[in-house]
């Protein structure tokens, strides 16, 4: 009797992988296919299953960017300051903190991105323009 072939990653992450690869195929920049992926993921995930995925886009971003990998800590660091803000229901602090971690030294363009894909889901948009 062959074994059951068993998939890994969970049930967003694939869902998201799909979406991706489809708005890719289709013809949109490899951007506009992570915030439109992103957002129908996190419209369907709940709670932390959005947050790890968003992860894993940032992380993404980072390795287009060119960005090492030592690096990476500040950018997460900044990620769950995010999330943070969203959990706690304090989304007036995104704008501060976006500040912050650029004063702290990191890339104001790719901290502009990440606040922008995050802002993609509508609930946090009018908080990340700033």
């Known amino acids: ?12 992450t694939r869902y998201y992988s799909k979406l991706y690869q489809r708005y890719v195929n289709e013809g949109y920049s490899e951007a506009t296919a992570h915030g439109m992926a992103l957002e129908a993921t996190c419209s369907r995930a709940k709670g932390v ?4 995925i968003f992860k ?5 971003i980072l390795v287009d960017r060119g960005i090492n990998s030592i690096r990476w800590g500040g950018y997460y660091s900044y990620v ?14 995104i704008p501060a903190l976006k500040k912050q971690f650029v004063e702290k ?8 991105e990440i606040t922008k894909l995050f ?3 509508p609930r946090y948009s ?5």
């Not at 062959?2 to 990653?9: L, S």
């Open 1 to 12: 009797m062959p074994k059951k072939r068993i998939e890994t990653g969970n049930s967003d």
């Open 49 to 52: 299953g959005a947050f790890m």
């Open 56 to 60: 894993k886009i940032v992380q993404r």
């Open 80 to 93: 769950n300051a995010l999330i943070s803000a969203v959990k706690k229901d304090r989304l007036t602090y």
């Open 105 to 112: 030294g990191l890339d104001s363009k790719v901290v502009d």
């Open 119 to 121: 802002g993609s889901n």
């Open 126 to 130: 009018e908080f990340t323009k700033a």
